[in-house]
């Protein structure tokens, strides 16, 4: 349902182009018309668009983003990589109890990245395997929507194109029927304007022999 419900009296297919004084008078009036802040505001009709909100989170990063500021933190991708085995010093220097520790914890790192690598590659084997199966479907899915759209698109021009030639058949059809009517009507207000001047002649001409009557009785 269009938010507004307007028409128009007009009808392009048989009304002559106006003049140049006509279509500048038609503008200065629409001008006229058109609210200073046409081009700033939405009309009445439209509702307003809903105030968007974010998390606080999501806000953080639009404005780091609108900010132009890199990108910072996030996922730490070192703990992915192959650790370097903790350096020894003499035996005599050695700390056996922390050297330990430090093997302790590069070989629970060297498991992270261990199972970090094995998910990869079950992910890129899963993705070679069922990747171009999913792709081809959600392609196909798009081209389903592709074609429903089209389709749906060439509905509303044919609906346009065939409301365009049944009002151009209707006015075309009652052109000469409105040539005529109009005719009638100049023809009208034209005999109308005709009997206004002959009556307005006839009382002249009553105004005038009355006066001509009241002067002779005057003089008798």
Do not use: C
Request: net charge negative; glycine share 6%.
């Amino acid at each position: 349902m269009p938010l507004i419900s307007e028409y128009h009296d007009s009808l392009p297919y048989i009304d002559a182009e106006p003049s140049p004084q006509a279509r500048a008078a038609a503008e200065k009036l629409i001008s006229a018309e058109i609210p200073a802040n046409a081009s700033s505001s939405l009309h009445p009709s439209i509702p307003m668009v809903p105030e968007p909100r974010f998390s606080p989170l999501i806000q953080q990063e639009l404005d780091r983003k609108a900010a132009g500021l890199p990108l910072t933190g996030g996922i730490d991708l070192s703990r992915y990589e192959a650790p370097e085995p903790p350096s020894r010093a003499s035996d005599a220097e050695t700390d056996y109890g922390a050297y330990l520790d430090e093997w302790r914890q590069t070989l629970q790192r060297a498991y992270t990245s261990s199972s970090h690598l094995s998910m990869r590659q079950e992910n890129l084997t899963l993705l070679e395997e069922n990747g171009k199966n999913a792709w081809l479907i959600g392609n196909s899915q798009l081209e389903d929507i592709l074609r429903d759209l089209e389709r749906k698109l060439t509905q509303v021009k044919e609906s346009t194109e065939a409301v365009n030639k049944q009002r151009k058949i209707a006015q075309e059809t009652r052109q000469g029927e409105l040539a005529g009517l109009e005719d009638t009507w100049k023809r009208g207000v034209g005999a109308i304007l005709d009997v206004e001047l002959a009556a307005e002649g006839l009382r002249m001409q009553i105004l005038e022999r009355r006066r001509e009557l009241a002067g002779q009785i005057s003089r008798q």
